[in-house]
């Protein structure tokens, strides 16, 4: 006969007076963790206590029950309604719902304590975030949900800000299968289609990291802290019906606007005005862009100017103003340093006083008639208005032979590149001539492919990469005094020998700056430009200009050292290693001419060991992939990555590809053929593929987004894996 199961009984629940209750030592709590005391007792004081307390009978010595009760398990509760009891809110004889173990159990006290918090699971994410969102919807705002729960606004806000994202990413996420960094990426765009898209993308990647999502996500927007959004401002643009995508997780500079076209048309609308006004000062021509392009000044005369004088009033705040600075440091001259409310106020005076001294120059207005005023954005999102250039075919004719340039500024640059947005140009109402520098006329259009074949890089183009080549050779030489000699001494060898044409001196050698016409939006923000900037600037601040005598007896006294380095630095200037376009009429370079500085700055290249990798150059989607054929892009991913990686591209779209080629190729060191050295470009008879003259090894296995091996057949992975 089969024995019958045992029941399972459980201990009786009752009501006990609070004060016949007291604190166990069995409870195995110590450390305080979680919602504190304060925050319970309000919470039971709202909705009352949803869960008993777990009591045992206390004995005396003799075993008998007391009637009083322990509590091995609950006693943050039991502690937050002594607070409530304290507050006078609950009365002392109240009854609080127990569940009474028997005094003879065989369970101990500290196993009933132990087993009440590790036998809870914790309210998975997933599900706060939808109680919130169900809350919301009954009626009960975010101020309200933040008070019941003891959390602030901004955490409820997150919170139903996750249960917004796409229903199919957080059934991965309530599986495990995405983490919560992740899902609080995906909040940052509302577009469900799009949230899905970008999953689909990364979710099989080497990279889905939070930030990669947040900025595929964000990839067609703009940054609220773009200058350009700074320069519209942000309530503008959204006042124009622009929307503002927000991260309520971490800090995002005031978000992202969605609508690039929308911003442009705004800040040109601004420029335009801005340009209008200025117009009225009487200059011949404004040149207007959101950016301007590295040395955007050179070969221009800059007008001089005279500061304009300070008013009566003027001068007596600046007076008000210094003599208070020098009895401040007058009083506290005897302390090692000042008060921290001193040294503040001295800093206030000081950039008062500034404000007052930096006068507006003063020009004449015979100069305004023929010279003109760039305008710009700089970096912080201000109007930058760079006044008095004139351009040589303005210049007075009876002026032109004295002319010598002074006060022109080759090394001028202005913000960051960037579009306008507008038409070429435009006639103001007092005549002056107002054009955009941002765009460029007649530029030709993005490159497509025909029939697939392997075309010429376009001309242009090839001039931008060797500007980018120029400027990091000139960088190069500025810093190899040895090479720069060596350089000087091949041009003077060269002019000593095969010319005869040397006059008006004993000595026909100089350096002529050599301005790049064709050059890519971000020359000027690329690392050597900066070098070069640095070390012009530092030795500008160095040199006595302007003295002729002085100068000679500084360089007469200069070090060795100092010496060539100076040489180098002045030599650089003149470096060409642009490919420009030949003119077989004599205007220009010839075809030999071309050919021969071509070879000449591998020569220099050579010799200084340059790396355009390490120079910054990378194979970027707007500086090239964009502007080249489909067949070139698969080009530089097969050299770069094998003939499996370029096969699961072959299929895109050509935007889509370059934007995928781009992410493929970085740090891969990939060149194209007029940035790698020549030396280097051919080992043993074999191209060398990508970098300076690294052997291109078996490519690394390559996690590819899964849209890209969507449409192949399975024979395609196959021949990847086995490259």
């Given at each position: 006969?089969?024995?019958?199961?045992?029941?399972?009984?459980?201990?009786?629940?009752?009501?006990?007076?609070?004060?016949?209750?007291?604190?166990?030592?069995?409870?195995?709590?110590?450390?305080?963790?979680?919602?504190?005391?304060?925050?319970?007792?309000?919470?039971?004081?709202?909705?009352?206590?949803?869960?008993?307390?777990?009591?045992?009978?206390?004995?005396?010595?003799?075993?008998?029950?007391?009637?009083?009760?322990?509590?091995?398990?609950?006693?943050?509760?039991?502690?937050?309604?002594?607070?409530?009891?304290?507050?006078?809110r609950l009365a002392k004889t109240a009854p609080i719902p127990c569940i009474v173990r028997d005094a003879a159990s065989e369970i101990l006290a500290e196993d009933d304590s132990l087993a009440e918090n590790m036998q809870r699971v914790a309210l998975h994410p997933l599900d706060q975030f939808r109680a919130f969102q169900a809350l919301r919807e009954k009626g009960q705002g975010e101020e309200a949900i933040a008070a019941a729960f003891f959390v602030t606004p901004q955490i409820v806000k997150q919170r139903l800000k996750i249960a917004c994202v796409a229903p199919a990413l957080l059934e991965v996420?309530?599986?495990?299968?995405?983490?919560?960094?992740?899902?609080?990426?995906?909040?940052?765009?509302?577009?469900?289609?799009?949230?899905?898209?970008?999953?689909?993308?990364?979710?099989?990647?080497?990279?889905?990291?939070?930030?990669?999502?947040?900025?595929?996500?964000?990839?067609?927007s703009v940054r609220a802290s773009d200058r350009r959004a700074i320069f519209v401002g942000v309530d503008a643009y959204e006042a124009a019906g622009g929307v503002v995508l927000r991260d309520l997780f971490q800090g995002d500079d005031g978000g992202w606007l969605e609508d690039p076209a929308l911003l442009d048309r705004l800040v040109a609308e601004k420029l335009q005005a801005e340009a209008d006004s200025l117009a009225s000062e009487g200059w011949k021509w404004i040149e207007v862009a959101t950016d301007l392009p590295y040395g955007y000044s050179h070969g221009l005369r800059r007008l001089a100017g005279d500061p304009a004088p300070m008013t009566d009033e003027e001068s007596a705040a600046h007076a008000v103003l210094l003599a208070e600075y020098r009895a401040l440091e007058e009083e506290y001259s005897g302390q090692?340093?000042?008060?921290?409310?001193?040294?503040?106020?001295?800093?206030?005076?000081?950039?008062?006083?500034?404000?007052?001294?930096?006068?507006?120059?003063?020009?004449?207005?015979?100069?305004?008639?023929?010279?003109?005023?760039?305008?710009?954005?700089?970096?912080?999102?201000?109007?930058?208005?760079?006044?008095?250039?004139?351009?040589?075919?303005?210049?007075?004719?009876?002026?032109?032979?004295?002319?010598?340039?002074?006060?022109?500024?080759?090394?001028?640059?202005?913000?960051?590149?960037?579009?306008?947005?507008?038409?070429?140009?435009?006639?103001?109402?007092?005549?002056?001539?107002?054009?955009?520098?941002?765009k460029l006329i007649g530029a030709e259009p993005s490159v497509e492919e025909?029939?697939?074949?392997?075309?010429?890089?376009?001309?242009?183009?090839?001039?931008?990469?060797?500007?980018?080549?120029?400027?990091?050779?000139?960088?190069?030489?500025?810093?190899?005094?040895?090479?720069?000699?060596?350089?000087?001494?091949?041009?003077?060898?060269?002019?000593?020998?095969?010319?005869?044409?040397?006059?008006?001196?004993?000595?026909?050698?100089?350096?002529?700056?050599?301005?790049?016409?064709?050059?890519?939006?971000?020359?000027?923000?690329?690392?050597?430009?900066?070098?070069?900037?640095?070390?012009?600037a530092a030795w500008e601040a160095d040199l006595p200009l302007g003295d002729d005598a002085a100068l000679w007896d500084y360089l007469t006294v200069l070090d060795q050292g100092s010496r060539l380095a100076l040489l180098a630095h002045c030599l650089s200037f003149g470096i060409n290693a642009l490919h420009e376009k030949v003119n077989p009429y004599g205007a220009g370079i010839s075809a030999s001419g071309l050919t021969r500085r071509m070879a000449h700055a591998d020569l220099v290249a050579r010799a200084v060991d340059l790396d355009m990798v390490e120079a910054g150059w990378e194979p970027r989607v707007d500086g090239y992939l964009n502007r080249v054929p489909k067949a070139r892009i698969l080009d530089a991913v097969r050299e770069a990555k094998g003939e499996g990686t370029a096969q699961l591209l072959d299929h895109l779209k050509k935007g889509e590809m370059a934007t995928e080629a781009e992410r493929l190729l970085k740090?891969?060191?990939?060149?194209?053929?007029?940035?790698?050295?020549?030396?280097?470009?051919?080992?043993?008879?074999?191209?060398?593929?990508?970098?300076?003259?690294?052997?291109?090894?078996?490519?690394?296995?390559?996690?590819?987004?899964?849209?890209?091996?969507?449409?192949?057949?399975?024979?395609?992975?196959?021949?990847?894996?086995?490259?």
């Open positions: 006969m089969a024995k019958a199961a045992q029941k399972v009984t459980l201990s009786p629940s009752r009501d006990i007076p609070f004060n016949k209750l007291a604190l166990s030592q069995s409870n195995v709590r110590r450390i305080k963790a979680g919602v504190s005391v304060e925050e319970l007792a309000e919470d039971i004081a709202r909705r009352g206590l949803l869960q008993g307390l777990n009591v045992r009978p206390m004995l005396d010595a003799e075993g008998v029950e007391t009637g009083m009760f322990e509590i091995p398990a609950g006693g943050r509760r039991f502690q937050a309604l002594s607070l409530l009891v304290k507050q006078k996420y309530a599986e495990d299968g995405m983490t919560l960094e992740q899902l609080m990426a995906f909040t940052v765009n509302p577009d469900h289609a799009r949230q899905v898209q970008v999953w689909d993308a990364v979710k099989n990647s080497w990279n889905k990291e939070p930030y990669a999502i947040r900025r595929m996500l964000t990839e067609t090692d340093e000042y008060p921290e409310e001193i040294d503040a106020r001295l800093g206030q005076l000081e950039m008062a006083m500034e404000a007052i001294e930096q006068r507006p120059l003063i020009y004449d207005e015979a100069e305004i008639a023929r010279a003109g005023v760039f305008m710009t954005l700089d970096r912080d999102g201000s109007l930058a208005v760079y006044r008095g250039y004139v351009r040589p075919e303005d210049e007075p004719r009876e002026e032109t032979a004295v002319q010598d340039g002074d006060g022109a500024d080759p090394m001028g640059q202005g913000g960051d590149v960037g579009d306008s947005g507008w038409n070429p140009s435009s006639i103001s109402a007092v005549g002056t001539v107002i054009t955009s520098g941002g025909d029939d697939g074949a392997l075309k010429p890089l376009p001309e242009r183009l090839v001039m931008e990469l060797t500007a980018h080549r120029t400027l990091a050779l000139r960088e190069a030489i500025g810093r190899s005094p040895d090479v720069a000699l060596t350089l000087l001494l091949l041009k003077l060898v060269t002019d000593t020998f095969r010319t005869s044409h040397a006059s008006g001196s004993c000595l026909e050698a100089s350096v002529r700056h050599v301005y790049m016409s064709a050059q890519a939006p971000d020359l000027k923000d690329s690392v050597v430009a900066k070098l070069v900037d640095e070390r012009h740090g891969s060191g990939w060149l194209p053929e007029v940035l790698r050295r020549v030396d280097l470009a051919v080992r043993d008879g074999e191209a060398i593929a990508e970098g300076q003259g690294e052997d291109a090894g078996e490519p690394e296995d390559v996690d590819l987004p899964a849209f890209l091996t969507a449409d192949l057949p399975d024979s395609a992975a196959s021949m990847m894996a086995a490259e």
